[in-house]
């Protein structure tokens, strides 16, 4: 059943990078995974479900790629902003699979969906130290996933070279974390400290 399931989303990670899951038919995933059609049902209950659960699936990488930058990172704002520079470097490096998890219909928002567990861990620690507005509390995770979305979402569609990258993934750090309550200064040093230049993949 694992092995099924596995090449039922690698199916969906190929048909999904150009169509969204409404486009794409059951038999078609199916073909392309070489399984049975009710297979497909064994392991979800609808289209949207397998969409969701490929993006799922790319969602989990880009949190595997955040959890290792911020490794020992002590600053919860700047593990908040460094969520947003992985973010944007993966927009860069991986485009394609990118547009799969912008894809999603239904991205998970809640602050108990285990993904986000992270970045309200990190929201949380930074209001207890008194570094955000007391309404992150509530707001700030949605508010930084929206961020986070729309800054991939641009990166991929305008393809920018890397200065412009750049230059825009500060511009969004000012402002975000600005936005949740940061003060400038530390916003500046963060900045300057985990803003790095940014490489755009030309392949």
Known sequence: ?????????????????????DAIAIDEV?????????????HFVDKQAFGAAVAAEVRTELEARVAAANAGVQDPVARIAGGMCVAA???????RRTRILLRSQSPPTSRSYPLNRGLREDIDAALALNLLRPEARNAGLLYWLGLCQVLMANLVETRPTGNQATLLLREMMMLGLCGLGASPGHVTEL??????????DTH
């Open 1 to 21: 059943m694992q092995r099924t399931r596995a090449a039922l989303l690698a199916a969906g990670s190929e048909l999904l990078v150009d169509r969204p899951i």
């Open 89 to 95: 470097q993966f927009a860069l490096e991986h485009p």
């Open 191 to 200: 900045i300057t400290r985990t803003a790095s230049d940014l490489a755009v």
């Open 30 to 42: 199916v073909s392309r995974a070489g399984v049975a059609k009710g297979s497909f049902f064994n």
